[in-house]
Structure formats: structure tokens, C-alpha cells
């Protein structure tokens, strides 16, 4: 259902966009410049604010299905509320299987109103520490796929591979649709093949898929030359700490490389006002692109609530507003290559869709169902709370890096450091974690407890 709604999501993106682009083909037939750009802008303006009222619809059911959610039976089953827990298990479960799942229940540990004798165990006891570990490592080594990021810039990435926009586009769709195609071949054979399986076969599919597509963008991305020695004479110096404004068309990439650009040519512009990193790309045959603008308030961004809380700990995870506030822009790289041609980007999109169809059978269905199987009931909710956070954690870094690395390093670089993350993926799924299929957690607990 979260692929599906995936889908749903790129669909609706997809129909605000065509009508974005209906309105732009009709403006641009206008001899009034002024007036075609007020309607282009009105139209961009409208679909971001259709896109949020149609996503209000989903939450707004999701609000309403919460109140038909129970609490879990191992939680009422802890605080003596014996019936209750019953009750729950019920749901989901014949009587018969009801009543064996809550003596185990009984025979592992004792309702808190009973005791405490459940509860002397130490939280550092293998037990204990080894799926809590395992946990950690593989949420952690989840994210650091890469997954979010390529979802989020899917459409640029095949863009700079050599596909067109508009085909682009279109694998967006196509790469959500296979997610979610994939999820029902995963659903169909999780408790026929088991998680371990599945992990250990959609990791190692994603290293393949993530190596492939490292090294075609590194064939692609060798021959670019970094022009910043052109550059750095037109940031114009003002009060403001400098700026630069650059038309990347055909005439100003001859004015950069010093010749005529006989192909379509792509520049990637990478600049700073001190912690505060940006990046920029256009290509010489996108009809539409917009000069390169960059001004302090298009990178540094205002302090937040969250910033300001972890400086207050003398913890700074998060750039200081304060110390850009001087810093004078930095150009560091002007980058300037050939497009890829459509072979290029073909295979860079085959790669992406062999990751995804990997993905959605390993981690995208099976990485949730084991961990929540995984983790022993004493630890279940602090452990998967803290394995969440680390996953969260992860994953923000990654969005955050994601940009600035490909600016500086290039694609090659951010696909060979997920492919290596995802190695760790695979070892971990492969050796280290346990087959949860057809087992009670009780079971799994006691799997740990007598594992030598």
C-alpha cells in the first residue's frame, strides 16, 4: 500500500506537471513577455497548491483509520490486562492460535502487575544486544542505499545520464509503477521463500545495480574539465559578500571553453557563502533553462528551531546561518562536459530499474516485518524507537550530502559509496540475521538466548 500510494503521489505530480507545461506552450505564443511570465507563474503557483489540497484527502483517512488501531497484545499482556490481550490477538488470529500465542506469552515473561521478575534480565545481555544491533545495522544500511535520494531526484538523475526531460519524467512514473509491481511478487513470496532470503538476494541485487550505474556515469562524468579559472573574474563583488548571474546557452559555453559546442554540453556550477554549499546545472539544449542566479539568499538558509536547540547543547550537526552571514560566495567548481548520449542514459535507467525492482523485493517489503519480528519483547519499543531514529538519522544525512557530493565528486562517487554501504547490507543479512518466518517472537527471543 505505501508503494501504491507512491505511485498515486507520481501520478498526481505527473498531471499538475503536463498542465504546467500545457500553459507554458500557450504562454510562450504570447507577444507580451511580461504577460506570458505572470501566467506561467500563476499556473507553477496553482499546481504546488492543488498537489497539497489533494494530499489533505490521504492524511485526512489516515487520521480516521487510527482510531480503529489496537494496542499491541504483548504491551496489554505486560500491564496484566490478560482479556484485553486476548481480544487483540483475535483480531488477526484464530482462537486456537490466540490462546497458544498467549501462554507463550505467560511462559516468558509475567504481567507487570504480577512482578518484576520478567524485567531482571539485563538490557547488555546477548539476547538483548545482538538484535538490537542487527536492527541498527540493517535500518541504517537501508537508507544508505541511497533509495530516498533516488526517488526524490530520479528525473534529474536520468536527465544528466542523457535522457530528455520528458522521458525523464515518464521514468519517474515507470520506476514507481515497477516499485510497486515488485512489492506484490515480494508479498506473494516473503512466507513462502522467508526475510533472510529475500534480504540476502535484494542487497546483493542492489550492489550490482548501484556498481553499474557508478561506473557509467564515472565513463560519463572523466571527461569533464572544470572551468573556475573563467569564472571566478564574473562574480561581481558587491556589499552583499558577491553574486553571479550566467546564461548557459551555447553562446556561453563557447564563452567558457573558448570554442563552439558542436554537441549539447552540461555545467555544473558549485559555489559557497562558508558552511552554506549549493549547486547548479543546466545544459545547452534545454529550451527552458534559466540563467544560473546565485545570491546569498538563494543558498543560506534562514536559522531554524532545531539549529538553534542543538547549538544551545553545544552540538552543531546543522550549518550556522551566523557564520555565512559575512562569508563571501566561493565558486569552487564550474565543471562543463558532454551530455551523455540516450544509450548512456537508457542504461543508467535499467540500472535504477533493476535497484528498485531489488529493493522493493528485499528491504522495501521484508526490512520492517523482520526487525518488528527481530527485536525481543522487553526492548521492542525503546529498541525499534532508537533503530528508527538511527534510520531517520541516516537518511537526513544522505538528503543533506546528497547535492553538494554529486556538485563536487559527481554521481560515480555518491552510487559507489552506496553500493559500498550496501555490501554491509548483505553481510549482515547474509551471516548475521536470523530466519524469523513461521516463528513467535517468543520464539526468536529464546533463539538468542541459547545462541553460543
Known amino acids: 500500500m505505501l508503494t501504491l500510494g507512491l505511485v498515486l ?11 504546467v507545461d500545457d500553459v507554458i506552450a500557450a504562454a510562450t505564443a504570447l507577444a507580451d513577455k511580461t504577460e506570458a511570465a505572470q501566467k506561467i507563474n500563476a499556473a507553477k503557483d496553482n499546481a504546488w497548491r492543488s498537489i497539497f489540497w489533494v494530499s489533505l484527502i490521504p492524511g485526512l483517512l489516515f487520521c480516521l483509520g487510527t ?39 505467560a511462559a516468558t515473561s509475567q504481567p507487570a502487575k504480577s512482578g518484576a521478575a520478567g524485567q531482571k534480565d539485563s538490557l547488555l545481555s546477548r539476547k538483548y544486544v545482538i538484535p538490537f544491533v ?119 559555453c563557447q564563452l567558457l571553453t573558448g570554442q563552439p559546442a558542436t554537441r549539447p554540453m552540461q555545467a555544473t556550477f558549485v559555489y559557497s557563502y562558508g558552511p552554506f554549499t549549493g549547486v547548479q546545472t543546466r545544459r545547452t539544449d534545454d529550451p527552458v533553462a534559466k540563467p544560473v542566479e546565485i545570491t546569498r539568499s538563494s543558498v543560506v538558509q534562514p536559522d ?85 531514529l538511527v534510520n531517520q538519522f541516516v537518511s537526513t544525512s544522505i538528503a543533506a550530502v546528497f547535492l553538494p557530493t554529486v556538485g563536487k565528486y559527481g554521481y560515480a562517487a555518491m552510487f559507489m559509496f552506496w553500493a559500498g554501504c550496501t555490501v554491509v547490507y548483505f553481510i549482515t543479512a547474509a551471516f548475521f540475521l536470523p530466519e524469523t518466518k513461521g516463528k513467535t517472537l517468543e520464539e526468536i527471543e529464546q533463539y538468542f538466548s541459547r545462541k553460543k
Not at 480503529?68 to 499482556?77: A, D, G, H, M, V
Open 9 to 19: 503521489a507520481a501520478l498526481v505530480g505527473l498531471f499538475y506537471a503536463n498542465k
Open 67 to 105: 482510531l480503529l488501531l489496537t494496542e499491541s497484545p504483548r504491551w496489554l499482556f505486560r500491564r496484566g490486562r490478560s482479556e484485553a490481550a486476548l481480544a487483540a490477538l483475535k483480531r488477526s488470529r484464530t482462537p486456537e492460535q490466540a490462546q497458544v500465542e498467549l501462554q507463550e506469552m
Open 134 to 252: 542487527i536492527a541498527v545495522i540493517v535500518l541504517a544500511c537501508t537508507q544508505a542505499t541511497g533509495v530516498n535520494s533516488i526517488l526524490a531526484y530520479v528525473v534529474n538523475i536520468l536527465n544528466q545520464a542523457g535522457l530528455p526531460g520528458s522521458v525523464a519524467n515518464l521514468g519517474d512514473v515507470s520506476i514507481k509503477i515497477l516499485n510497486c509491481i515488485m512489492t506484490v511478487v515480494a508479498v506473494m513470496l516473503v512466507d513462502r521463500k522467508g526475510r533472510k532470503f529475500l534480504l540476502t538476494l535484494g542487497s546483493a541485487g542492489i550492489v550490482i545495480c548501484l556498481a553499474s550505474a557508478g561506473i557509467l556515469f564515472y565513463q560519463a562524468e572523466r571527461g569533464r574539465t572544470d572551468y573556475i579559472d573563467v569564472v571566478k573574474p564574473m562574480v561581481a563583488q558587491n556589499q552583499e559578500g558577491g553574486s553571479l548571474s550566467f546564461t548557459f546557452d551555447a553562446a556561453g
Open 304 to 388: 531554524s528551531v532545531i539549529g538553534k536547540f542543538f547549538r544551545s547543547l553545544h552540538l552543531n550537526p546543522f550549518a550556522n546561518p551566523a557564520d555565512a552571514a559575512s562569508a563571501p560566495l566561493v565558486v569552487s567548481k564550474v565543471l562543463v562536459g558532454p551530455v551523455p548520449d540516450t544509450t548512456h542514459g537508457w542504461l543508467v535507467a535499467l540500472c535504477l530499474l533493476g535497484f528498485i525492482a531489488f529493493f522493493a523485493v528485499g528491504p522495501g517489503v521484508c526490512v520492517w516485518l523482520a526487525l518488528s519480528e527481530l527485536m525481543p519483547t522487553r526492548i521492542r519499543s525503546n529498541g525499534m524507537s532508537i533503530a528508527l
